[in-house]
């Protein structure tokens, strides 16, 4: 527990230029089934501009039957999944 476990960096358009954040999380929990990660809030390790990067809530992210993640805000219960290319 504690080691950082999700890296990701954001790049995209904003009204007054360019954005480019990068943030990490370190791992807080695993389920006993080990199908599911219990991620700690995320923390900007970089950012330009500054005001437009902020860190995220925790996370749990499970591994699906196809290969894709599904990451869900534990704050508010937002969900994204990841899918390879």
């Known amino acids: 527990m504690g080691d950082t476990v999700l890296s990701l960096v954001a790049d ?3 009204g007054n ?6 943030f990490e999380a ?7 089934s080990g199908d599911r990660l219990e991620i700690g809030p995320s ?4 950012g330009r ?3 437009a990067c902020a860190p ?3 996370t749990e992210i ?3 039957p196809d290969g894709s993640l599904k990451r869900v805000n534990t704050r508010n219960g937002e969900q994204l999944t990841y899918t390879r290319d």
Do not use: D, E, F, I
Not at 17 to 22: A, K
Not at 43 to 46: D, E, F, P
């Open 12 to 14: 995209g358009p904003t």
């Open 17 to 22: 230029g360019p954005y480019r954040c990068v």
């Open 26 to 32: 370190r791992l807080s929990g695993v389920t006993g």
């Open 43 to 46: 923390s900007v390790t970089a």
């Open 49 to 51: 501009p500054r005001s």
């Open 56 to 58: 995220g809530a925790a």
């Open 62 to 64: 499970t591994l699906l």
